[in-house]
């Protein structure tokens, strides 16, 4: 059994680094490809994951994922912008969420408890579609933080909220009209700032560790296991696992920039490039194989309403959330949504009546806005800034 499901594992893997290949000769972005290719896969051949998508992208891929995004952001460039990180995170997410919510609860597409539900999973920007674009296009340094450091805090926000949400909706006494306003809004915070400070608090000793080693294979696995202690330590205690990563990232590569603690840094960052970008690619192959084309017909009305929606809020975000014309543009294409609102869809309670339409309409989502918005992404920005 356990031969199998290396092999099938394997064999996922080689797949999914032929098409991001054939993708890159094509110039076709390798996300759309890898989404469309395994969805078609699965509608033809009903192909499966050899794990559990959900929790397996939650605690084995996501941490790595976000540590290696968290630990080559620009530090300067993140100090400089990090209101407007903060406020395209926060009040971008909950405007989506908000947005999506009232659209769906109103037009009766979903009960208002699914409506809320729906709207907290699929709020969050992708970071790993995003941030594998960014690596590949010359960008300036401050536009390129804003919508990595962006992609990453609203991961956080957004499941703060879904966690919020899920509660609302498995509740006997759910109130559409106030929805418990006073919880929503200090609840995320707490966890958001416990995560943070959590993780940097974790990554002290760890830098204190590493000037004691001169071994750069214990400082590359140094950093995986702060990678994910600070992810699953932040869990147990009910804060962000994403935010705990994240800080944990920016607060060891801040130590090391002020006071140089790595003698071979180098070797670490190649180490998480090569990491995040296999790890990219059999997420994407993964998420489309989840997604059957075939059903997503079976619910026109609620797919239209959430993707004008989705797309209407980010055209927002976009429009107040820059000054000129080409940043507003690449924060409209920078929107597209995927493998977390999947993984959080999968999560679901098997008691949540409209568990299926829910994820049918996130699927649906999250594989028009990879080709909608991910799409024209990379050339759009080659075209802007000249590559």
């Known amino acids: 059994m356990i031969e199998l499901t290396v092999l099938i594992f394997v064999g996922l893997l080689t797949m999914a680094l032929i098409i991001s290949i054939a993708a890159e000769r094509l110039r076709i972005p390798a996300a759309a490809a890898l989404v469309g290719v395994g969805a078609l896969i699965q509608a033809g051949f009903h192909l499966r994951t050899p794990f559990h998508f959900g929790p397996t992208l939650l605690y084995v891929f996501l941490p790595p994922l976000v540590f290696e995004a968290a630990w080559n952001i620009d530090l300067a460039a993140l100090t400089r912008n990090a209101l407007r990180i903060s406020l395209l995170a926060f009040i971008g997410t909950l405007a989506t969420a908000g947005s999506l919510t009232l659209t769906l609860g109103a037009s009766h597409a979903l009960s208002w408890p699914a409506a809320f539900l729906f709207g907290s999973i699929i709020a969050a920007t992708d970071p790993i579609a995003v941030v594998g674009v960014f690596r590949r296009v010359n960008i300036p340094s ?46 995320p915070f707490f966890e958001l700032w416990g995560g943070s400070i959590l993780g940097a608090t974790m ?9 004691a080693t001169r071994s750069s294979e214990y400082e590359v696995a140094a950093t995986v296991a702060l990678a994910y202690l600070a992810y699953l330590s932040a869990s147990h205690f009910h804060l962000s696992g994403i935010f705990a990563t994240a800080a944990s990232a920016i607060t060891l590569r801040g130590l090391i920039a002020a006071r140089e603690g790595l003698l071979h840094r180098d070797d670490v960052d190649i180490f998480w490039n ?27 009305g609620l797919i239209v309403l959430a993707l004008l929606s989705l797309i209407g809020a980010r055209a927002l975000i976009a429009y107040f959330g820059a000054r000129d014309t ?29 568990r299926h339409l829910i994820f049918d309409g996130v699927a649906a989502a999250v594989i028009l806005t990879i080709v909608i918005q991910g799409g024209p992404l990379e050339p759009v920005l080659r075209w802007i800034y000249r590559e």
């Open 142 to 187: 401050d536009i390129k933080t804003i919508i990595e450091g962006e992609s990453l805090a609203n991961d956080g926000v957004a499941v703060a909220l879904f966690g919020i949400a899920l509660g609302l909706a498995t509740s006997s006494n759910f109130d559409a009209s106030g929805l418990h306003l006073a919880t929503i809004t200090l609840l």
């Open 203 to 211: 990554a002290l000793p760890l830098y204190l560790a590493l000037r």
């Open 274 to 300: 090569a990491s995040a970008s296999l790890a990219n690619t059999v997420l994407f192959f993964a998420s489309g194989l989840l997604i059957d084309p075939l059903t997503l017909g079976l619910h026109p």
């Open 326 to 354: 080409k940043t507003q543009a690449v924060l409209f294409l920078a929107g597209m949504r995927g493998a977390l609102p999947l993984a959080l869809a999968l999560a679901l309670p098997t008691t949540i009546a409209a």
